[in-house]
């Protein structure tokens, strides 16, 4: 079933529509600069044409380097020719492409040069046509400048409103995994109270049935009578026993078969250090090591990996070293900004992973990489 979040998902281009969207319009704005040759510009204005219209080709990929040639080209019109061109409307788009796909401080040198040249283009156009009076002068800059403020701004107010989308779909992803992450540990609780209570109701059984059966030994000497009804006792305090343990892993049952499968060793690490940003190097999977060892190398790399999807931020590489020779060493380090994150708040995690090396008679390091990111480091005696 699809939640609200879905249904307000905000459309985006796909990367290949962005693609055939500037194709379309570089060259829907290319096409009629074919006709520059014929016109009073001649060859000239073509070229200065092509100069600013081209370059929009790649104005997503590279937009400040597409700027520098379309303004470039602006500044060489301003120098050849003295009439404004078609090819102009390059610079407000190429002034937006800067503002939206770039940084902050190049989106505001775009917009300085803009209204730099907002000055230069009216005074050479207005000199051209032999109208330089102030009015005139104020208002070709007044209007030059409106439209590449406004470029400027719609692609600030993008970028923007992108970084914030962004920000909200990464928040809600965290939000679901950290709520699933919750379900997960308040199942487990729950399992491991069941069981206490199940061990509290065998032991009882077990202890009536042990003073019973002691009991009953003594009892044969003098009646075996009373031994027999001991006996029964006995036998229907087992019954019960027995009833009630059913009952009790019915309930554990319940929550599936995954609770009951074998618990993971180092034959398992391939399935959790799966993705194009982690570089494994994992042990034979027919390697062998004992079992309370294998499931605490397991559960370090585990939580590790979680502590890197949780804090490293985007974009981060992670490389995981796992080896079982005279003892078992597993290393999980990445590069990302998760430091400051993970040692202020020093995490329940790391605890565990603690005590679980403890327990083992090893050793674990955890804290800050050398160069930026995370590092975890673990000896298992075997």
Not at 84 to 99: D, E, G, I, K, R
Not at 162 to 180: F, P
Not at 190 to 208: C, K, N, W, Y
Request: hydrophobic letters at 50%; zero cysteines.
């Amino acid at each position: 079933m699809s939640t609200v979040a879905e249904h307000r998902q905000p459309w985006r281009l796909s990367p290949q529509g962005q693609v055939w969207f500037d194709i379309v319009l570089a060259t829907g704005l290319l096409l009629p600069a074919l006709a520059m040759p014929f016109t009073e510009a001649g060859w000239t204005g073509f070229a200065v044409s092509v100069g600013q219209l081209a370059p929009l080709y790649w104005r997503r990929r590279h937009p400040v380097v597409v700027f520098a040639v379309v303004a470039g080209s602006s500044a060489a019109q301003a120098l050849l020719l003295d009439t404004p061109l078609w090819s102009q409307v390059a610079f407000p788009v190429a002034v937006y492409s800067v503002a939206r796909f770039s940084h902050t401080r190049a989106g505001l040198a775009a917009l300085a040069t803009g209204i730099a040249g907002a000055f230069v283009a009216s005074y050479v156009w207005l000199l051209g046509f032999d109208q330089l009076i102030p009015s005139a002068f104020t208002s070709y800059v007044l209007f030059i400048t409106a439209i590449v403020v406004t470029a400027w701004a719609l692609g600030t107010l993008g970028r923007i409103r992108r970084a914030y989308v962004d920000a909200l779909v990464e928040r809600g992803e965290q939000i679901r995994r950290e709520a699933a992450q919750e379900i997960a540990l308040a199942a487990s609780d729950e399992r491991a109270r069941i069981a206490r209570e199940m061990h509290d109701v065998v032991a009882h059984g077990l202890s009536m049935i042990v003073v019973q059966a002691d009991g009953a030994r003594y009892a044969a000497e003098r009646d075996p009578a009373v031994a027999t009804e001991t006996l029964e006792t006995i036998a229907a305090t087992g019954r019960a026993s027995l009833t009630e343990m059913r009952h009790t892993l019915g309930l554990l049952r319940s929550g599936g078969d995954l609770e009951l499968r074998p618990q993971p060793g180092i034959a398992d690490l391939a399935g959790i250090v799966v993705g194009d940003d982690i570089d494994a190097t994992l042990p034979d999977p027919a390697t062998t090591a004992p079992d309370g060892v294998a499931l605490t190398a397991y559960r370090i790399v585990q939580e590790a990996l979680t502590n890197v999807r949780k804090h490293a931020g985007p974009d981060v590489r992670v490389r995981v070293v796992v080896a079982v020779d005279d003892e078992a060493t597993v290393l999980v380090e990445d590069d990302g900004r998760g430091a400051a994150v993970t040692a202020a708040g020093g995490g329940l995690g790391l605890l565990g992973m603690r005590e679980r090396v403890q327990a083992h008679g090893g050793t674990l390091e955890a804290g800050p990489r050398a160069g930026g990111g995370w590092r975890v480091a673990a000896r298992l005696p075997l």
